[in-house]
């Protein structure tokens, strides 16, 4: 339980800051106004890969950026301290362990890209640090109850994705080798061998079907056609799994508030 005085500085950071702290429904002020410079932020950073833009408008881009790393730097520094209004994390070893969460990783990388890109030359990185600062949007996921309850979901159904995935590595590399078997003589830059044959294979199997490379001969044919069906369970076994969670998720989720309701009135 918390130490400090109800009205602190710690406590009202607190009840501002952490989603399941705020008294009331909604977001509080604070995190409102930390969502819009979030997506204030992924807004920039979308932009700022347009050349056209950089070079007209890179002096507001660096300014936009230099703000935006003053307030969720100032941030994160206020979520720290105010973590130590829980028990797990008081004192200097709470504070560390609050500082290796998930959500305090995800606002500290959050951080980094700016850093990064400050003095970056090379090309490839500069691009790959810009593309980092989309980071930010996941810092959305902690004021997200929609988001909670989907996280809820994949982790109940866990054990169901996991065999759906097993299965789709087994189609996957299965079709992949018959393809390579058949289809390799007449093809081989496409299916010479089974890494090859993979393309096609997740191309196949993903009902996605680009085109680009496709069997010749009637037996790749024929196995294509087989693969071209196991592709429409593939895709429905891991989607029934999760509407289900998601449906589950929901329905406990509206059972507590109206639980909440009655208690109110």
Request: charged share 15%; net charge negative.
């Amino acid at each position: 339980m918390s130490t400090a005085p109800p009205n602190s500085i710690r406590s009202i950071l607190h009840r501002h800051l952490t989603p399941e702290a705020w008294p009331e429904q909604g977001m509080s002020p604070t995190n409102i106004v930390v969502s819009i410079l979030i997506l204030i932020g992924a807004m920039s950073a979308v932009l700022d890969t347009e050349p056209t833009l950089t070079e007209r408008f890179s002096g507001i881009f660096f300014v936009i950026e230099l703000v935006l790393f003053v307030c969720f730097f100032t941030e994160y520094l206020a979520r720290v301290y105010a973590a130590g209004e829980e028990e797990r994390y008081q004192g200097l070893l709470g504070r560390l362990r609050y500082c290796v969460s998930f959500w305090a990783i995800i606002d500290l990388l959050a951080l980094l890209p700016f850093l990064l890109t400050i003095g970056a030359s090379n090309a490839f990185m500069l691009r790959f640090f810009r593309l980092l600062r989309l980071l930010r949007l996941a810092r959305l996921g902690r004021f997200s109850e929609a988001i909670n309850a989907v996280l809820a979901a994949v982790r109940e159904r866990r054990y169901e994705l996991m065999l759906s995935l097993g299965a789709a590595g087994m189609l996957l590399v299965g079709s992949a080798s018959l393809l390579y078997l058949v289809e390799a003589d007449n093809q081989p830059e496409a299916f010479g061998s089974i890494p090859r044959a993979l393309w096609w294979s997740i191309a196949t199997l993903t009902t996605v079907g680009y085109g680009d490379v496709t069997p010749v001969t009637a037996l790749g044919k024929f196995f294509a056609g087989i693969t071209a069906i196991a592709g429409i369970g593939l895709i429905a076994m891991p989607t029934g799994v999760l509407a289900a969670a998601f449906s589950d998720a929901f329905q406990r989720r509206k059972e507590e508030l109206d639980e909440l309701q009655n208690l109110e009135d």
